[in-house]
């Protein structure tokens, strides 16, 4: 059974199994969760193993970021992992501002504040996928992500999100100024 924003449990021979964060798991040690992200193993609440993970920001997140700041629209970082990865990637990425160690639902509750575009491809970014005002997620990101955004983009590049926000700006000009005109 998954458990959002915790990981995924399983029961065998009367045995409690957990895969996830350290909280979760029982005693698994947050210290060395410093610039990776570490997954923890526990049978029936003690640890028996630990996997270290480090996700590569993509390529052109600076370049998106960049983008999205000249538009004059602020951008942050939110994310369920540990505080050291997540400074890694909004440092790497450029993103003024980072959240971490967030759950499904306070990821809800922040991009339910104001029009927020989401931009997500895990499976706890579902529900703020859904929540956001508006939201896009990749192809390549999980199925559950695709379904709950308003927008799907292809591939893993992220200069899709910036182009969607201008195009939409564009479309808008061109509305007011046609009703504009047949007000004229």
């Known amino acids: ?15 409690v199994w957990r895969l996830g964060n350290a909280a979760w798991t029982g005693d698994g040690d947050e210290r060395h969760e410093d610039t990776a992200t570490t997954v923890w193993l526990s049978v029936d609440g003690r640890v028996v193993g630990s996997i270290r993970l480090a ?3 993509r390529d052109d997140a600076r370049a998106t970021i960049a983008a999205l700041q000249a538009m004059a629209l602020p951008v942050r970082l939110l994310s369920g992992d540990a505080a050291g990865p997540v400074a890694v990637a909004a440092a790497a990425a450029g993103s003024p501002e980072a959240r971490a160690r967030l759950r499904p639902e306070e990821k809800v509750a922040d991009v339910s504040l104001g029009r927020t575009l989401m931009v997500g491809d895990g499976i706890n970014d579902a529900p703020a996928l859904r929540a ?12 559950v992500g695709r379904s ?18 201008a195009t939409a700006r564009r479309a808008m000009a061109i509305i007011r100024q046609n009703l504009t005109l047949a007000i004229g």
């Not at 059974?1 to 045995?15: I, L, S, T, W, Y």
């Not at 956001?132 to 199925?143: I, Y």
């Not at 709950?148 to 926000?165: C, K, M, S």
């Open 132 to 143: 956001a005002h508006a939201s896009m997620a990749p192809t390549t990101g999980a199925d």
């Open 1 to 15: 059974e998954e458990v959002p924003g915790r990981g995924v449990e399983g029961r065998r021979e009367g045995r």
């Open 55 to 57: 996700d590569a920001v």
């Open 148 to 165: 709950a955004a308003d927008f799907v983009f292809n591939g893993r590049q992220l200069g899709a999100v910036p182009f969607t926000v």
